[in-house]
């Protein structure tokens, strides 16, 4: 009886005849081939037993191979998996393989190694029948991941014939899954690089035959995914990223307003293989590329080029070579820089976005193409067509990647052309992604902040409308523009706060303070219970940690924070709102940091039990206001003259300054601390925290901080080491003489010797 495909599990074994030849014809070596010089390096001697133990992957009733990216599977005419004849595994195998599985729950380390080297032998020329058996294949899984280097590699040398047909078996894509991850094992050890090099290169050599097969398989599309991932030396358990990017990760790369990273940079990688990986990726590229129509639609393959092109970020030649291919603009002038995307793929690909599977593909293209590349593709495919596709469901998520990926403000200049002036269209098509990408590129650039403030405000309120409804609408972005009346909307109690809206205002109020000051008049007019509400969310939460960390003026800042007075206790019991109440602190004078750390210390025994509790009654000292509230109040002053101090001899040397209002008098004026003054303030932290504060009222001695201006080199701090005063081993450093404003004057002086010099760098 001959059993095809799935339904041969409905009978426990396959039952079918082999045709070993049938596979060397559709699958044979390269011989000749570049990559041959590779496996030339072989390695003598036996190596060193490094066994792994594993339990058995059970498969599930339902597989969960292939997900993520959106969109179901899709089948196209390529796969294979379901019309290979396979032969059937003879009762007696079967009967032995059963018996190894029960000798290997037992066995020690040492009787694992020399079961699982023997059986693998037994493996010999018939990998593909016992790696697709349903049965078998678990055992043949633990069989792998118990074997030493040598026997993982011979095994599989011997099934690299056949690796396809193994990858593309629900079954088979296991046991193929599991060699690799046992490979990756041996990926730091110098000694086994040579023959791991020779085992991905017989393997890859295959694929590369016909890699439309495995590309559009649903299960082969995975195994080749891993492959890829170590032939870069990426962790397969941690290349999640590389098989299917969450898209609340892909929505905080585009929004961030940090410099741009690569993608996947974030995975820490291993020692890999990187020519074997620019070479499978190559042909495997250039092999498909008349079936290139064919991968675009199938939801498998867009994952396997997907997975390609980040792992060959930075490898800018490469990807120059492999982007025009798979946009199928290989025409006889590809190649020359300003000519790689010909006019006859433009319309193709624009109607292509509306397919799920393509557009996923092409953001992921946006994100790694080169610079030159980039700048083609925005003006002969999206230039004056960037609305229009924006309008469309799937094409606003290409949009927001086209946006996130500019790298330059010509670019972000020829998108605002287009865009800029549609920012209320687009919100009410439901576009908001599309605004925010260009409200963060622009803020990461510097570019057109003061039109973005502009138009975003005039997107959500009307020149007859006051601007104080600016900030609540753009928290409840989707409420308002599903409003049908939007001229008397309202906060709604029990709507949910817009992420992307919040997203927004987060970024707005990292503009210049010059930019946002309807933001900043909208956001004090609200109400206290409105204020208090936004404070538990956590995307309003974020906008006044970011409205709170802006540089509008200390008057404004501690308007704000007046209206959560009463409800700091309450808010210190959420984690999403404790850093709203240390921000709010830090913001404060010693007025309202007072009523902060009584309204804490009067929730103290319920916040001590939370989670986030213990760092914040640590980080504000509510035991030391509870015990000594007279010192506490001293340290707290202490510490913002330390911050001035600081600030003035470290600060900006810009002449700008804005008047606020100081932290312990009420109407003083000095210049506005630059973004870098928080870096600052933590350092000043570090120096009390370590010096030991606890002083008396009135002390104005630092010893960490006036140590580490003695080592910058300021005379007015010298260095000294009290012998008598010596304890512990310890150092004590005090301050020798501070006359006036020496630490002025010596701040002075240096940046006069640094003006001379010509120098930037100031050493330590």
Known sequence: ?????????????????????????????????????????????????????????????????????????????????????????????????????????????????????????????????????????????????????????????????????????????????????????????????????????????????????????????????SLLCLCKGVPLDSSKEFHVTKSSTVLAERFSTKETKDVGNNTQHQRGFPDLLKFLVTRMIECAKKDIATLWVDQCSSLVMQTALKLLVGEDKELMNIIPIILACHGENTGEEGDLIQNVAVLKTLDLLNDNAFSHLMEVILEVAPETLYNEILTKIFSNRLFKVSSTHLGSFVIQSLVSAAKTQDQMDLIWKELGGKFRELLELGRSGVVASIIAASQKLHTNERKCSEALAAAVCSTSESSNCIVPRLLFLESYFSSEDKSNWKWGKDDKMNVLGCLMLQTVFKFPSGFIQQYVTSILSMETNHVLEAAKDAGGGRVIDCFLSSNVCAKQTRRFIYKLREHFGELAMRPSGSFIVEKCFTASNLTLRETIASELLAVRPELSKTKQGPHLLRKLDIDGYATRPDQWKSRQESKQTAYREFYDAFGSTKKTKKSSESFVGESSSRLSPPRSVKKMRVEVDQFLASAGTSQPSGSSNFPGLEASMAKLGFTGFKRHHSRGEERGGGKKFRKVSVEGNSMKKESKEWNRNKKRKGGDDFRA
């Open 1 to 225: 009886m001959v059993c095809i495909g799935s339904k041969a599990l409905q009978s426990g074994r396959y039952k079918t005849h082999n045709n070993h030849n049938l596979i060397e014809e559709e699958y044979p070596q390269m011989p000749g081939d570049r990559m041959n010089r590779i496996t030339d390096n072989q390695s003598g001697g036996r190596r060193s037993n490094n066994n792994t133990k594993g339990s058995k992957n059970r498969r599930p009733g339902k597989e969960q191979h292939h997900g993520g990216g959106g969109g179901g599977d899709k089948y196209s005419s390529y796969q294979q998996s379901s019309s290979v004849v396979r032969k059937q595994v003879d009762p007696e195998t079967a009967k032995y393989f059963s018996e190894i599985a029960n000798l290997l729950e037992g066995a020690e380390i040492e009787e694992r190694n020399v079961i699982c080297g023997n059986a693998l032998e037994e493996t010999r020329g018939k990998e593909l029948e016992l790696a697709t058996d349903y049965i078998i294949s678990h055992d043949l899984q633990a069989l792998l991941e118990g074997a030493d280097l040598d026997q993982l590699c011979g095994f599989l040398q011997n099934a690299a014939k056949v690796f396809p047909l193994i990858a593309m078996d629900r079954s088979g894509s296991h046991v193929a899954e599991t060699a690799l991850k046992a490979l990756a094992v041996h990926l730091q050890d110098n000694d086994m690089y040579a023959i791991i090099e020779e085992t991905l290169t017989k393997i890859c050599q295959v694929i590369v035959v016909k890699p439309v097969n495995v590309m559009c398989d649903r299960y082969g599309s995975h195994v080749l995914r």
